[in-house]
């Protein structure tokens, strides 16, 4: 054994182990802190790690059977003892190793803060990140609540601009109010360094601005300042706000940051007035996704660039307004086009006005993803908007959704993860990256964020009907999915129907249909007429006498919608889709798989690839409850292999879910199942 280890020794593999150690440590903590700050994907940092573990054997034999000699490595057998300079090696190594050492103990002294592989805790360290906290309204006059939300939008979006600051995003310090117990707390969980608060008197003619800059981690004031104004010349105090914190932290502005931070967004008082108002009214409309308000914003909008022609900002904001009002409208059965032509004129407008401002190439990429709906153009009005503010959380929310668009998953969520770190306490991005995560099957990570998305709001609907699927799809655990979405709003109360069809329990869902308000928001050509899931519902609890009147009047209606030749192809097609059921239960199944086919021959061309997928998945269902698993089971077959809208086809679900009843038994959909059920247990 003594021999062995001078043996060991002579031909310097512990030497060899030893520095190897040592700079693979160092490697890995080097990985660990710089790799974020440059926004490298964390799977990076664990392949470093792997590798580092999976090279030490191979290190030690090669310092057994080799001997490093001026020729070369040579096999230690090959060396005559009296020629071997494993000495000399050795004297070398132990340079190395010490080398090694000391940079190890420099990084490990000289940057703690650094060792959480966060990026956000190394923008921290430098005092480079910061939260903009909501101003109060000090004004005695409670409906001007909106002036004071309105000045903080605006620092904040001028900081935004500027590419050396992280700034949190307004919808995650919202939740804190104006003035937090504990500051440091807040810090912490927000991941910053400074916190920015405020307050705003309005009264009359005079405004009165008052800022405070603060240490997150002591909560000591560094900086403070008031601003009085008159409403004539409130214009640019935001850029007098964000430069004076720029400087504060240290910040340096290049030219065109200098520029959009000065910059004026208006000279005119009542145009201003009317825009702050407006931003009140679209934020919720926004944020919600609903209609509430949204009208009175974009009529506020329009009010201030009547007021002001060239205010730029105005017609930015207009322009998305008008957009979000598309979808909704589009939703509900509304026309749409001529709604469609002025948000992209109001687009056109801002950046004739002002071809450098982020938020006219967002409004534009919107138009040009949600109307539009070319992902192309979108991908490249999004990457103008984050060239010119790179810190916008919506600017990369709205990349991502083109991204997913166009089939590029991992990319997307890689993406999320970046605009969920500028804005940490968003739900709606919790559960939009759980959703991004699940279509690129990373499902343990989704999980993980539709739990925080629920963490930081229980009435998260969306985050609690995403995650109860994930459950039903990767466990089949319907009452642990039914606990999910107790809530009784529509969405909530849907997905509780489908949860009990899951079970069988056509009975009990009925009983939540029958109870929901036959309405355009609660039934559009999304979901299908309320009559068609009745008789679907009734049709499947063998109440046939009850099904046939309800489906036999709903498949008119949708006959109509369906050879509408005015009708949007989308809307023909959903039309198409639904249509389809009603013939598959009314037992016309050749006359449905004929409608199904001229449905998705109205698919256009330019159709993004997530919403092929989609129409994929959706066509699937529709063949097979005509009964045709020849058709349905070749599309699942793509579906269930690949990321995105059928990532969620487990083999669990397709078992669970009577929708595929009528091609259970047969043996292509048999197959598909062990495949599936084979796949499904190598991605646990």
Do not use: C
């Amino acid at each position: 054994m003594q021999s062995f280890v001078q043996e060991l020794r002579r031909r310097n593999v512990l030497r060899v182990a030893a520095f190897y150690a040592a700079a693979s440590w160092l490697l890995v903590q080097v990985a660990t802190q710089v790799f974020p700050f440059f926004d490298i994907p964390n799977w990076v940092v664990r392949l470093v790690v792997i590798a580092s573990i999976l090279g030490f054997p191979l290190a030690l034999a090669l310092s057994w059977f080799y001997e490093l000699t001026p020729q070369g490595l040579v096999l230690e057998s090959h060396v005559p003892r009296e020629a071997s300079i494993t000495r000399l090696t050795g004297r070398r190594l132990d340079r190395w190793i010490i080398a090694a050492l000391s940079l190890a103990v420099v990084v490990l002294l000289g940057d703690k803060p650094a060792l959480h592989h966060d990026g956000r805790a190394s923008l921290a360290a430098q005092g480079k990140s910061i939260a903009v906290l909501p101003f109060e309204n000090l004004s005695d006059d409670k409906d001007n609540a909106y002036f004071a939300s309105g000045i903080q939008d605006l620092i904040l979006t001028k900081l935004a601009g500027i590419a050396e600051l992280k700034v949190i995003a307004r919808t995650s310090t919202e939740k804190y109010g104006s003035h937090p117990d504990d500051l440091r707390i807040v810090a912490q969980q927000l991941g910053v360094a400074r916190i920015l608060e405020g307050s705003v008197q309005k009264a009359g003619n005079q405004t009165l601005v008052n800022v405070q800059l603060i240490d997150g981690s002591t909560g000591a004031h560094l900086w403070a300042e008031a601003y009085t104004r008159t409403l004539e010349n409130i214009f640019g105090v935001e850029g007098e706000v964000a430069q004076a914190v720029a400087d504060a932290m240290k910040a340096k502005l290049t030219q065109g940051e200098q520029q959009a931070v000065s910059a004026l967004p208006t000279a005119n008082p009542a145009a201003y007035d009317l825009f702050l108002r407006a931003e009140y009214f679209y934020d919720k409309a926004f944020r919600d996704f609903t209609g509430d308000g949204l009208d009175t914003a974009i009529d506020l909008y329009q009010q201030a660039v009547s007021s002001d022609p060239a205010f730029a900002l105005a017609w930015a904001r207009l322009s998305t307004a008008r957009s979000l009002a598309y979808i909704l409208d589009r939703r509900a059965g509304v026309p749409t086009q001529q709604i469609g032509e002025t948000a992209l004129a109001a687009a056109e407008q801002a950046l004739d006005l002002q071809p450098d401002l982020a938020e006219a190439h967002l409004a534009k990429g919107r138009w040009q993803a949600w109307i539009q709906r070319d992902t192309a153009a979108a991908a490249k009005s999004f990457d103008e908007a984050l060239r010119l503010r790179p810190n916008d959380s919506g600017a990369l929310f709205s990349k991502v959704i083109v991204l997913r668009n166009q089939g590029r998953y991992d990319e997307a969520a890689d993406l999320m993860a970046k605009a969920v770190s500028l804005d940490p306490r968003n739900t709606v991005l919790a559960d939009e990256q759980g959703s991004t995560l699940r279509n690129a099957r990373r499902f343990a990570q989704a999980e993980q964020s539709y739990q925080r998305a629920l963490a930081l709001d229980p009435d998260n609907v969306f985050g609690a009907i995403g995650y109860a699927w994930l459950v039903v799809s990767r466990y089949g655990d319907v009452p642990r999915a039914l606990a999910l979405v107790p809530g009784q709003d529509m969405q909530s109360r849907r997905m509780q129907a489908k949860l009990l069809t899951l079970q069988r329990k056509y009975r009990e869902a009925i009983a939540i249909y029958e109870g929901i308000p036959d309405s355009p928001r609660n039934f559009n050509i999304g979901t299908g007429p309320k009559a068609l899931r009745l008789g679907l519902l009734y049709q499947a609890a063998g109440e046939t006498e009850k099904a046939r009147p309800l489906l036999q009047e709903v498949r008119r209606q949708l006959q109509v919608w369906f050879d509408d030749p005015q009708g949007e192809p989308d809307r023909r097609y959903l039309a198409g889709m639904h249509l389809a059921e009603a013939e598959s239960a009314l037992g016309e199944r050749d006359a449905a798989v004929a409608t199904i086919d001229a449905a998705l021959a109205k698919i256009s061309p330019d159709e993004p690839v997530e919403g092929v997928l989609g129409k994929q998945s959706d066509a699937a269902e529709a063949y097979a409850q005509a009964g045709r698993a020849d058709l349905a089971v070749p599309l699942l077959q793509q579906l269930i292999s690949q990321q995105g809208p059928g990532a969620d086809l487990s083999a669990i679900l397709l078992r669970l879910d009577p929708v595929w009843d009528a091609i259970r038994d047969d043996p292509r959909f048999v197959k598909l199942l062990v495949d599936a059920e084979a796949r499904d247990r190598s991605s646990v």
